[in-house]
């Protein structure tokens, strides 16, 4: 019963449509019913509300009876866009209509899902890139990008595809406007040093004018291996000079910090916020402790994970290639959390972190870091849980070429920019490397070791102080730390040397 009118709440079978052209639900065919039950409980079970769930559910009911066809002959791009101009000649409500047009979005999504069709892959605006263009210029920078293309994840292709063709043809575009360009010998390095003034006084960073000189090269050596006459002085240019990038590993407290709070939504009362609490533990401790990408983390799929041995095997990564990476108890215990709320796996994709019934989106990990900054009062980005990954590792005694497996780097020196030694590191080995050297230059009269001092044991505890510790733990360290200060204080006496022993 209702607390309004006393009566009871009307069932959804006997709902009639508002319009005689769209048919009641009972004059169905039979497989479209059990379609739009599975439906309503596949949105319920991805954590829509109630009103959410039956906003989109109208608008499901709208196509299915509008089309009149069985579900698995609708076709989700040209079908549901007659759905929506039947929706936008009815319902002059603005929120109306983007309601109804959000519920057919998940129609198609839900189509795809269940018919197993693939959903169409998105087009680049070319008219927009290369439209300024000569046609023989236009027709080198699409072979350069079908060149490209197959190095690259297929679920990516479109966002690499837009990075490559706009950093390319953005100097093309400006090059073409104020010069003329009938040959490729016509892009001289008096040329760009033109662009690069107008790029500059635009206030372009030198970092951003260096990619697209990486790419514009790029593209004429692939010309070149195609035996196309090119300025060969366009390759010899050296990009400017940007100054040292000091690594963007997030500080401990920080990661700390952001630990409590997802934590503390993965124990939330909310079941949706539980939820999201406990993917989010997943994929931050596979950031942090395992070196993933934003991109490995979408594309991490259930069959990649050897719970036996404790690996995840990365594939098709960037460049390409492939790596193992071993995981920590304590992220192996965050994924099994997560997979006993993640949903029947029959009714979802293959990807082991799944929002709203797809893969995480590109930006999905950013924005929930943003999220999550803001409750705890912090600012960190994915890429800075892959730097703190290596800045951890190195710190703790890992060696620089077991990081360098972990990350997937192809160079050592990439690894070595991810991170950064703490000074505690720094001073610790210093002292142990030197306590080496003075053994071996010491009279062999003088072969009795020397206990550290108290500078060297307050480095190796400053280094321990900087890693990822617990309160318990750090506690220790600062009885530690006090302890070894007091004894120092308690022993300071003035040292004496023997100069006449030295000189004889």
């Known amino acids: 019963m209702t607390r309004s009118t006393g009566q009871r709440k009307t069932h959804i079978k006997n709902l009639r449509p508002r319009h005689p052209e769209v048919k009641s639900l009972w004059d169905w065919f039979p497989p479209n019913r059990g379609f739009y039950a599975d439906f309503r409980t596949w949105l319920n079970r991805s954590g829509y509300s109630y009103s959410a769930l039956s906003i989109y559910s109208v608008a499901v009911r709208l196509a299915l009876g509008l089309l009149d066809k069985p579900y698995w002959q609708i076709d989700p791009q040209i079908d549901l866009e007659q759905v929506r101009q039947f929706i936008l000649a009815r319902y002059p409500s603005g929120g109306t209509r983007t309601s109804y047009n959000t519920g057919l979005l998940k129609l198609a999504d839900y189509l795809h899902l269940r018919c197993h069709t693939p959903r169409p892959a998105r087009m680049l605006n070319w008219d927009y890139y290369v439209g300024p263009l000569p046609d023989w210029l236009a027709d080198d920078v699409r072979a350069y990008h079908a060149h490209c293309q197959r190095r690259w994840p297929p679920e990516r292709r479109y966002e690499l595809s837009v990075d490559c063709v706009s950093e390319l043809t953005r100097p093309l575009r400006w090059l073409a406007t104020h010069f003329t360009l009938n040959s490729l010998a016509d892009l001289t390095p008096e040329a760009w040093e033109a662009y690069l003034d107008a790029r500059l006084l635009d206030g372009l960073k030198p970092i951003s004018l260096n990619d697209e000189l990486r790419r514009l090269q790029g593209w004429l050596h692939f010309l ?21 990038r000091v690594p963007r590993d997030a500080p401990v407290e920080q990661l700390r910090c952001l630990l409590q709070v997802v934590d503390m939504l993965a ?39 050897d719970w036996s041995n404790r690996r995840v095997r990365i594939e098709q990564s960037k460049g390409l290639k492939d790596r193992l990476v071993c995981l920590s108890a304590v992220t192996v215990d965050a994924l099994k959390a997560y997979l006993e709320v993640r949903g029947p796996a029959e009714a979802l994709p293959e990807q082991a972190f799944i929002y709203r019934h797809a893969m995480v989106s590109q930006s999905y990990c950013g924005e929930r870091l943003k999220t999550l900054g803001k409750s705890g009062g912090f600012r960190i980005t994915p890429h800075q849980l892959r730097h703190s990954c290596a800045t951890l590792l190195l710190n703790a005694g890992a060696p620089v070429l077991t990081v360098q497996t972990i990350l997937g780097h192809q160079h050592i020196d990439t690894t070595l920019g991810y991170a950064r030694l703490y000074d505690g590191t720094v001073a610790a080995d210093y002292y142990r490397a030197m306590a080496q050297i003075e053994r071996r230059l010491a009279l062999e009269e003088n072969t009795t070791p020397q206990p550290p001092c108290s500078g060297q044991l307050l480095a190796l505890v400053d280094s321990l102080r900087d890693g990822t510790l617990n309160e318990a733990q750090l506690e220790t360290v600062r009885t530690l730390r006090a302890g070894i200060v007091a004894l120092a204080e308690r022993d300071a006496t003035p040292v004496t040397v023997d100069t006449a022993g030295l000189l004889g």
Do not use: Q
């Open 224 to 244: 070149v291996d195609a035996g196309r006459p090119v300025c060969r002085r366009m390759l010899r240019i050296a990009p400017l000079e940007e100054g040292p």
């Open 267 to 305: 124990h939330s009362s909310h079941a949706g916020l539980r939820r999201m609490g406990l993917m989010d533990r997943a994929w931050v401790l596979l950031m942090l402790h395992s070196g993933l990408r934003t991109g490995e983390i979408r594309r991490l799929r259930l069959s990649d994970i």
